[in-house]
């Protein structure tokens, strides 16, 4: 690692005059805060103190002083300058670890919790992850007015606004590698190539930052909300998997050109304990209103390959590209804190690699059709149709409990049962519609 008057000698040789430490809360939204240039040297020797007991999911006040100590490695240069009207200059963010008074570890950082989850299963493999981000692009922030009529990669507008901020992201070493219109109107995706799970997680925070700003400087509003207008296609968050050891991606079988056992192990690990984890890739009470039959969204816990609407799908093997085997789960949508979601993840699909599970035989066809007795004989599970059901399950969970420590665990279960009980409280449209004339 550079020395750190290096480090700042680069940054103010490129007009960097402040620096932004960012992490999330327990819900996974970005927060930050800045320093001038001049106070690097001391952030980076001895982190810099705030105040944990106005953070979602933090600190109580009376243990509320928490010390953000940066992660150097994650430092990056916004690619934008800002400019006053006598004044310009640029910014550098980074990732850090969150310590405590005691000089301790965080218990409520949850990108520490992936660190220590992936430290935990490293003599499995090394996690890979790539991830596909949809969002919608309206006309503003205050409710959901389409900007195009568009269709799956036909005739949508502001296809620039992906390419803006692939550039910006390029810029700042996060490699995507797709990018087009979505189904509905107004919706798009940007695909972000594969990489470490911790690199990954990161990498889906500061790409809806970027994606949010660069729709703001078009006048529009980016929102990665799951569902943001009913009977339509909503937003997901496609995640691909694959485990590696030593440059070998164990999920590529040689012999039988395929999916290796550990594969299929870790795929039987999903599906077993998915309803267990549904609460942590799902975390609002909208992702319910995504995961509903007819709009390519999961409902059933099953597999297969060309089933685009299963809760894990396999891209078919091609002869040469052994290394991109691997699995899609597809049903984490892009408003979860992605750190505990792939903490969940990974830990459900290593699970299934100790005991040795076997998957069910992967599914083909449009299971919606099926009777409830067909679905019994295939041994098909449905997910949780809402958070209040996913929350009760996840709470129960011997593999949650062990997965997350025990602040996440209660803070998060006392967080989303709030919102639960708030949204048990409102009046929504649907009721005024319904009921009002005539009640």
């Known amino acids: 690692m550079k020395n750190s008057k290096k480090i700042i000698k680069e940054l103010e040789n490129k007009n960097v005059k402040f620096i932004r430490p960012i992490f999330v809360d327990i819900l996974g939204r970005m927060l930050d805060f800045t320093m001038p240039i001049n106070e690097m040297e001391d952030f980076i020797k001895e982190g810099k103190g705030f105040d944990g007991s106005s953070v979602e999911g ?155 700003k660069i729709a703001k400087n078009f006048g529009k509003h980016a929102s990665f909300m799951p569902k943001p207008i009913a009977e339509i296609n909503g937003n997901g968050m496609h995640l691909h998997l694959s485990l590696w050891k030593s440059g070998k991606n164990l999920f590529f079988d040689e012999k039988n050109k395929g999916l290796s056992d550990i594969a299929k192990s870790y795929i039987a690990g999903l599906i077993k304990y998915g309803k267990e984890i549904q609460a942590g890739l799902n975390q609002w009470i909208n992702s319910y209103k995504r995961l509903v039959p007819g709009y390519e969204a999961p409902t059933y816990l099953c597999w297969g390959t060309k089933n685009r609407s299963a809760y894990i799908r396999v891209p078919e093997y091609v002869k040469g590209k052994e290394n991109a085997t691997r699995i899609e789960i597809r049903s984490p949508d892009p408003a979860c804190n992605p750190y505990l979601a792939l903490s969940l993840i990974h830990s459900a699909g290593i699970q299934g690699i100790k005991e040795g599970l076997k998957p069910p035989k992967p599914i083909e066809f449009d299971i919606f059709h099926l009777s409830d007795s067909e679905k019994r004989r295939l041994n098909i599970e449905e997910l949780s149709p809402s958070l209040e059901k996913a929350l009760e399950i996840f709470k129960n969970s011997k593999l949650v409990k062990e997965t997350l420590n025990d602040h996440i665990y209660q803070k998060f279960i006392e967080n989303k049962k709030i919102e639960c009980e708030k949204f048990r409280m409102v009046v929504t449209d649907y009721e005024i519609k319904n009921y009002f004339s005539f009640l």
């Open 58 to 212: 933090f600190a109580r006040i009376e243990e509320s002083d928490l010390r953000f100590i940066p992660d150097i490695e994650s430092l990056k240069i916004l690619p934008w300058e800002y400019k006053s009207l006598d004044n310009s200059w640029r910014e550098a963010i980074v990732f850090g670890n969150i310590y405590d008074s005691g000089k301790k570890i965080y218990e409520g950082d949850t990108r520490n919790l992936l660190k220590r989850t992936i430290e935990k299963y490293k003599d499995f493999g090394t996690l890979k992850c790539g991830a596909e981000l949809e969002f919608f692009i309206f006309e503003n922030d205050k409710e959901p007015i389409h900007t195009d009529k568009g269709g799956y990669f036909f005739s949508g507008k502001f296809g620039e606004i992906r390419k803006e901020a692939q550039l910006a992201l390029k810029e700042i070493g996060i490699k995507t590698e797709f990018d087009h219109h979505e189904v509905a109107y107004s919706q798009h995706e940007i695909d972000l190539t594969y990489d470490d799970a911790l690199k990954m997680a990161d990498a889906i925070i500061l790409t809806k930052y970027i994606i949010k």
